[in-house]
């Protein structure tokens, strides 16, 4: 699991819609799984999950799938989590966890690109998740802006 945290927020961030996240990744693995989820982290530690999302490797260019990745290829995944709304505290943190299995949640995937249902064996998959400015990995949050309007008489 690879975790991103933010500093303590100065002030209420809200966030209501769809989260994408946007994964720049490798893997040795004939075909593999990765996950996000959203977490509100509050002061006193405690986590909790918001939203998640799982996209199949060989699933990314279309629901149908069939167009498994060349292992050490480097793909953009777009993940997209489930809506959410949720109104981020002052002190509280964002925190985006990305993982390459959400077994028992979704089914397990075994790394070996073996149709769903005919797997036999499973393959440890070795993952390399990129954040430079080329490959650019991040999270699109759909931030709704913190105004307010008072009618006056």
Not at 35 to 47: I, M, Q, T, W
Request: glycine share 6%; hydrophobic share 35%.
């Amino acid at each position: 699991m690879l975790v991103y945290t933010s500093q303590p927020l100065l002030e209420e961030l809200e966030v209501t819609g769809i989260p994408r996240v946007i994964l720049h990744a490798a893997s040795d693995a004939a075909d593999t799984d990765f996950a996000s989820v959203l977490v509100d982290v509050h002061p006193n530690g405690r986590a909790v999950p918001l939203a998640e999302g799982i996209l199949r490797a060989s699933y990314r260019n279309s629901v149908d799938g069939g167009d498994p990745p060349t292992p050490g290829k480097v793909y953009e995944y777009q993940i997209e989590l489930n809506a959410v709304s949720n109104a981020f505290l002052p002190g509280h943190r964002l925190r985006l966890e990305i993982l390459s299995s959400f077994f028992p949640k979704y089914d397990r995937n075994p790394n070996t690109g073996d149709p769903p249902g005919e797997e036999h064996t499973f393959k440890p998959a070795h993952q390399t998740v990129y954040h430079d400015p080329d490959r650019p990995s991040h999270i699109v949050l759909p931030i709704i802006p913190n105004t307010v309007s008072i009618a006056k008489d």
